[in-house]
């Protein structure tokens, strides 16, 4: 079994779908085995204990600064002896001590098209540049933010009329589409990380992964 800890600090939709993914054995043999908020408010939380998943709040304001806090979250974190920590909206930025204590075994989810829009409100700046097309990228984590090596993306349309909300949904639901799916090639050990490169071996069953879904 491969134990993952998922590390979140709002609602948990991306969360809930990998605990529901997991329930519904489609994470191979990865299983959640805690989750990690950053703040006590998260209403994650609720959701993770609600499927009798193990919480636990690392406050980053009882901290006086990133590198202790960083240091108390990994603690907590490697109490769970992880073979693979997620990030699913966690929106603290990591040391680069930390993200090298979990070099190749620490991913994260981001709703843009890497390397285009890194950091915050993607969607928004997506309409705003005018590109047509958007998305989601699931990625392994290094020190600089949001340019680790891409394991999968999905492409959405940017139609007119939407506003940062619709578009955002849009991706979202693409975001609980690739990410199980990036746990669980990581638990069948068929990602390489190759230089800024993600080979992903074997069959790749998935036929529209890469490619847009005008739906
Ligand atoms: C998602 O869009 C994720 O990509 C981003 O933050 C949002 C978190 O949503 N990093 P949720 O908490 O998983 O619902």
């Known amino acids: 079994m491969k134990r993952v800890v998922l590390l979140i600090s709002g609602r948990g939709s991306n969360?809930?779908?990998?605990?529901?993914?997991?329930?519904?054995?489609?994470?191979?043999?990865?299983?959640?085995?805690?989750?990690?908020?950053?703040?006590?408010?998260?209403?994650?939380?609720?959701?993770?204990?609600?499927?009798?998943?193990?919480?636990?709040?690392?406050?980053?304001?009882?901290?006086?600064?990133?590198?202790?806090?960083?240091?108390?979250?990994?603690?907590?974190?490697?109490?769970?002896?992880?073979?693979?920590?997620?990030?699913?909206?966690?929106?603290?930025?990591?040391?680069?001590?930390?993200?090298?204590?979990?070099?190749?075994?620490?991913?994260?989810?981001?709703?843009?098209?890497?390397?285009?829009?890194?950091?915050?409100?993607?969607?928004?700046?997506?309409?705003?540049?005018?590109?047509?097309?958007?998305g989601c990228t699931a990625h392994f984590v290094t020190p600089a933010l949001d340019h680790g090596p891409i394991i999968l993306q999905a492409a959405v349309p940017v139609l007119d009329g939407d506003d940062a909300d619709t578009l955002a949904a849009r991706v979202l639901a693409e975001e609980h589409r690739i990410y199980p799916l990036a746990v669980r090639w990581f638990a069948e050990g068929r990602l390489r990380i190759v230089g800024q490169r993600v080979e992903a071996q074997g069959e790749q069953q998935e036929d529209t992964l890469y490619a847009p879904r005008f739906a």
């Open 15 to 134: 969360m809930e779908r990998l605990i529901r993914a997991g329930q519904h054995g489609e994470l191979a043999d990865a299983h959640i085995v805690a989750v990690l908020a950053n703040r006590p408010d998260a209403p994650g939380l609720a959701r993770a204990a609600a499927a009798n998943i193990s919480t636990q709040v690392v406050d980053h304001k009882n901290y006086p600064g990133r590198e202790s806090f960083d240091a108390a979250l990994a603690a907590a974190i490697d109490a769970h002896q992880p073979d693979l920590v997620a990030l699913a909206g966690f929106m603290r930025i990591l040391s680069e001590g930390f993200t090298r204590h979990y070099a190749g075994r620490l991913m994260n989810i981001h709703p843009s098209l890497l390397p285009a829009f890194p950091g915050l409100r993607t969607h928004q700046r997506a309409l705003e540049a005018g590109v047509r097309l958007h």
